[in-house]
């Protein structure tokens, strides 16, 4: 006999009480198998996600100076702001001169003797800004224009916008530049037994961040690195009764600049292209590497320079001709480190323009577009006064005395 839970004996064949329900047989049921991901594919994925996360915050740790609220804002109104639409190309000047044709952030920019003035694709005119500058000289970057007035005193830096800042040196300019942050590079007359004295300005253009003067070296032009943390000048000295020249590099972290002298060439002009440094000479080009290694050299010969553009991303066209009238010219197109890619037979060459792909080359009557290995990808007739291009992706903008004319090349 056994006893029951609740406390009366049981006989052995007796059933035990059911305290629950019994349980039913389970039905089978009719599951969908899921694929299975492969643990593999998941950590794939996720290293992906983690090096995009880590690239963009390295990026934007790099171009800090970028996000600021100005520069956001100048961003802004560059890819979004709208100013209506206008009537078209052709356009006049405001001024009775015209000294300057640029491209800015996609945008038509004209300089002029009383103005700097600046049109979207459609001709409308975006801004109008008096100067009073004897000679007006335009450098800019992709949001903002800095004029400034050679040997004289005055500068002034504008965005779409409105003026950002205006300012005067103590000294007249020989030279000045912007860096694509905003940073100032001005070059002015020195003092003291100094010939030139150079200053940048920070974005604000009130901060002094670095400074640098020569007993020697007259500027004649200079550049801002893109990044705005050195700058390359090109310079002048007397030497043996002569003149000689020299690229000089200056690294805003360092007291000590780099000079790479030239006794036999004259440079006038220097700018960053490509992660390089290029001077252009009067019978040579230069290129050097932001350091001072790795000079590479592209020799004029007996020939004439005509004209000569480049883009900052790393190409470079150049026009030289036997004669000094500019006649029977060829076009070189080279890379920043000066190997060349292509030449062509242009005739007369009055200007060049870079941009992207293509190079356009101005002749008296007519703009052709080329690509980088030479061949002739559109051509538009234009008027036998055009004097300058300015080359926006497939679109060139000749000035024809005070007039710009936009024709299409595709």
Same mark, same amino acid.
């Given at each position: 006999?056994?006893?029951?839970?609740?406390?009366?004996?049981?006989?052995?064949?007796?059933?035990?009480?059911?305290?629950?329900?019994?349980?039913?047989?389970?039905?089978?049921?009719?599951?969908?198998?899921?694929?299975?991901?492969?643990?593999?594919?998941?950590?794939?994925?996720?290293?992906?996600?983690?090096?995009?996360?880590?690239?963009?915050?390295?990026?934007?740790?790099?171009?800090?100076?970028?996000?600021?609220?100005?520069?956001?804002?100048?961003?802004?109104?560059?890819?979004?702001?709208?100013?209506?639409?206008?009537?078209?190309?052709?356009?006049?000047?405001?001024?009775?001169?015209?000294?300057?044709?640029?491209?800015?952030?996609?945008?038509?920019?004209?300089?002029?003797?009383?103005?700097?003035?600046?049109?979207?694709?459609?001709?409308?005119?975006?801004?109008?800004?008096?100067?009073?500058?004897?000679?007006?000289?335009?450098?800019?970057?992709?949001?903002?224009?800095?004029?400034?007035?050679?040997?004289?005193?005055?500068?002034?830096?504008?965005?779409?916008?409105?003026?950002?800042?205006?300012?005067?040196?103590?000294?007249?300019?020989?030279?000045?530049?912007?860096?694509?942050?905003?940073?100032?590079?001005?070059?002015?007359?020195?003092?003291?037994?100094?010939?030139?004295?150079?200053?940048?300005?920070?974005?604000?253009?009130?901060?002094?961040?670095?400074?640098?003067?020569?007993?020697?070296?007259?500027?004649?032009?200079?550049?801002?690195?893109?990044?705005?943390?050195?700058?390359?000048?090109?310079?002048?000295?007397?030497?043996?009764?002569?003149?000689?020249?020299?690229?000089?590099?200056?690294?805003?972290?360092?007291?000590?600049?780099?000079?790479?002298?030239?006794?036999?060439?004259?440079?006038?002009?220097?700018?960053?292209?490509?992660?390089?440094?290029?001077?252009?000479?009067?019978?040579?080009?230069?290129?050097?590497?932001?350091?001072?290694?790795?000079?590479?050299?592209?020799?004029?010969?007996?020939?004439?320079?005509?004209?000569?553009?480049?883009?900052?991303?790393?190409?470079?066209?150049?026009?030289?001709?036997?004669?000094?009238?500019?006649?029977?010219?060829?076009?070189?197109?080279?890379?920043?480190?000066?190997?060349?890619?292509?030449?062509?037979?242009?005739?007369?060459?009055?200007?060049?323009?870079?941009?992207?792909?293509?190079?356009?080359?101005? &002749?008296?009557?007519?703009? #052709? @577009? /080329?690509?980088?290995? $030479?061949?002739? *990808? +559109? !051509?538009?007739?234009? %008027?036998?006064?055009?004097?300058?291009? &300015?080359?926006?992706?497939? #679109? @060139? /903008?000749?000035?024809? $005395?005070?007039? *710009? +004319? !936009?024709?299409?090349? %595709?």
């Amino acid at each position: 006999m056994f006893r029951h839970k609740s406390g009366r004996l049981r006989r052995p064949d007796e059933e035990p009480a059911q305290d629950t329900p019994k349980e039913e047989e389970p039905r089978l049921k009719l599951v969908k198998e899921r694929p299975k991901r492969r643990r593999g594919v998941k950590l794939v994925i996720w290293l992906c996600v983690l090096v995009l996360v880590a690239g963009t915050a390295v990026w934007g740790i790099a171009n800090r100076d970028l996000f600021s609220g100005v520069r956001i804002e100048e961003w802004f109104d560059q890819t979004f702001g709208n100013y209506g639409t206008g009537e078209g190309f052709p356009v006049t000047a405001a001024g009775s001169e015209v000294s300057g044709l640029a491209i800015i952030g996609g945008d038509v920019a004209l300089l002029s003797d009383s103005s700097l003035q600046l049109f979207n694709d459609t001709a409308k005119e975006i801004y109008s800004r008096q100067h009073k500058f004897q000679t007006p000289v335009l450098r800019k970057t992709d949001t903002r224009a800095l004029l400034y007035d050679r040997g004289s005193t005055g500068y002034r830096v504008e965005n779409r916008k409105r003026t950002v800042g205006t300012g005067k040196t103590d000294y007249n300019l020989l030279a000045a530049d912007i860096s694509q942050n905003g940073d100032l590079v001005l070059v002015m007359e020195g003092t003291g037994g100094y010939v030139s004295e150079l200053t940048v300005l920070g974005s604000d253009l009130k901060t002094v961040r670095f400074k640098w003067s020569s007993a020697s070296n007259m500027v004649v032009d200079v550049a801002a690195a893109p990044d705005g943390k050195s700058a390359a000048a090109a310079t002048v000295f007397a030497k043996d009764g002569g003149l000689g020249s020299s690229l000089t590099l200056l690294d805003f972290a360092s007291d000590t600049p780099t000079y790479l002298n030239f006794n036999d060439t004259l440079f006038f002009a220097v700018r960053y292209c490509g992660g390089r440094i290029v001077g252009i000479g009067d019978d040579r080009i230069v290129s050097v590497k932001p350091d001072g290694s790795d000079i590479q050299e592209f020799s004029y010969g007996n020939a004439y320079l005509a004209a000569w553009d480049l883009e900052e991303g790393g190409r470079l066209a150049v026009a030289l001709s036997p004669y000094e009238d500019r006649r029977e010219c060829s076009v070189t197109f080279l890379d920043a480190a000066l190997s060349q890619t292509a030449s062509v037979a242009a005739g007369e060459v009055r200007a060049l323009s870079c941009s992207g792909e293509l190079t356009a080359v101005l &002749a008296p009557s007519a703009v #052709t @577009a /080329y690509s980088i290995d $030479g061949a002739a *990808v +559109a !051509s538009a007739q234009v %008027s036998a006064s055009g004097s300058q291009v &300015a080359l926006k992706e497939k #679109t @060139a /903008y000749v000035l024809e $005395g005070r007039t *710009v +004319a !936009s024709y299409p090349l %595709s």
